[in-house]
């Protein structure tokens, strides 16, 4: 395991490990594995250990005998035979990140995030969050036994999200903005020495999140699927799966790329606008607004890696509505037994439109990163779920109702 961290942008070394930006050009930092370890192997050679973030320890920047690990990863792929008979596709599968130990694909960076944090001897950890990655962090600081800070946009974290971070013992700040300003003072606090940032833009998190793109392959005994969907917020995660392939590509394991969809609420879209007019680069949107919560952010820290992971595919971004979010939860909660968040259901909202516009095709292999789970937020289920039936306590009066 050795590795160097580089400057996404200008290609520098940067060998302070608690830099979250090039100290020459302020670009994003990125991890590169030195994977020559594993030429000459095979992926079943991995296969000896449990499913999990850590069967893929040599493609991970830290000691896998020191990592704070709950278990992470090695959650399951339906393959979704009803939803894509109603959307006519044979091929449509989920790769279901709400059966992590706090309930999102979170986890997979976390491990290796709060793993770098132990091996730097840093005390106290932070983060601002949408509310999933301040569930994680708080879980596995506790089990490492370190600080934690999460700065969280007021009044805008679904409930679940918010009882982890407080259950698990976190400081939670309850910021008057939104995420976007959240992140610049979890970032300052960082600079100052008061915390170790583990936002994604802390290139170690993407090192684990890669791993949901290995298990995708894993379980596909390296089919590669055409298309891989997923929802973009501060646009980590796309890279991450991005980084993913082009690692197993390099060592020859699979020989094409799927094409990658990033899908964005239409009310937090700025990798969606600079997608279509052709940019490499976005312009911030201001007022960010959506339900998916989780991904209600407008000024995205990786979304420059976002959209090269988009581009150098062959993918595309899409942006879909609030109701058509809603629609897509609704869907696969009632065709298939899958309950995910409002961010998870965007990547099957995004697949119904890209369907329906005939971009995706009725013998594409899909599959679809449903990144956190339903009950993370209980109220907008509640609210999109219909009535609850009031009864007496008397037999005939239930009758009455369920024959209606
Ligand atoms: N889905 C869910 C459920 C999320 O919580 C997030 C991000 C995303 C998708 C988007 O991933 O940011 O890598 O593009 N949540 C962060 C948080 C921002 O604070 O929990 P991304």
């Not at 089919?223 to 991005?242: E, K, S, T």
Request: net charge neutral; with cysteine.
């Amino acid at each position: 395991m050795s590795y160097i961290v580089k400057c996404f942008d200008c290609g520098r070394e940067v060998k302070d490990g608690l830099l979250d930006s090039c100290p020459t050009c302020s670009g994003l930092l990125t991890v590169e594995m030195d994977l020559s370890p594993l030429a000459g192997k095979k992926l079943k050679d991995l296969r000896k250990a449990p499913m999990g973030v850590w069967r893929y320890a040599p493609f991970l920047p830290v000691d896998q005998n020191k990592a704070v690990s709950l278990l992470e990863g090695g959650t399951p792929l339906y393959h979704c035979k009803n939803l894509g008979e109603k959307l006519g596709m044979k091929e449509l599968r989920v790769k279901y990140e709400g059966a992590n130990p706090t309930g999102s694909f979170k986890d997979r960076g976390m491990t290796v995030g709060v793993s770098r944090a132990v091996e730097l001897g840093c005390k106290v950890v932070g983060c601002a969050s949408t509310g999933n990655t301040s569930a994680s962090l708080a879980a596995y600081a506790a089990k490492a036994g370190l600080g934690c800070v999460v700065l969280l946009p007021s009044g805008k974290v679904a409930l679940g999200k918010l009882a982890q971070a407080m259950f698990y013992g976190a400081k939670v700040i309850s910021i008057d903005g939104n995420f976007d300003e959240a992140l610049d003072i979890v970032r300052r606090l960082a600079k100052e020495g008061h915390l170790y940032l583990l936002n994604s833009i802390n290139p170690f998190r993407p090192e684990g999140q890669k791993t949901v793109a290995f298990e995708i392959l894993d379980q596909l005994d390296l089919q590669v699927p055409d298309r891989i969907v997923l929802p973009v917020g501060n646009a980590a995660n796309i890279w991450a799966v991005y980084k993913a392939l082009t690692e197993f590509r390099d060592l020859g394991w699979i020989d094409k790329m799927p094409r990658l969809v990033g899908v964005q609420a239409s009310g937090s879209n700025p990798i969606f606008k600079a997608f279509e007019e052709g940019k490499h680069d976005f312009k911030p949107v201001e007022h960010p607004e959506t339900v998916a919560t989780a991904i209600r952010i407008g000024n995205p820290a990786s979304g420059r890696k976002a959209l090269k992971a988009i581009y150098d595919t062959d993918g595309v971004a899409v942006e879909v509505t609030d109701e058509e979010i809603l629609v897509g939860q609704k869907l696969l909660g009632r065709t298939e037994g899958i309950g995910v968040e409002p961010a998870s259901a965007a990547s099957i909202a995004g697949v119904i439109k890209l369907r329906q516009s005939g971009e995706i095709a009725s013998d594409d292999q899909v599959v679809c990163i449903c990144t956190g789970n339903l009950l993370k937020d209980p109220d907008t289920v509640i609210k999109n779920s219909g009535e609850i039936l009031k009864s007496k306590a008397t037999m005939e009066a239930v009758k009455r109702l369920i024959s209606n």
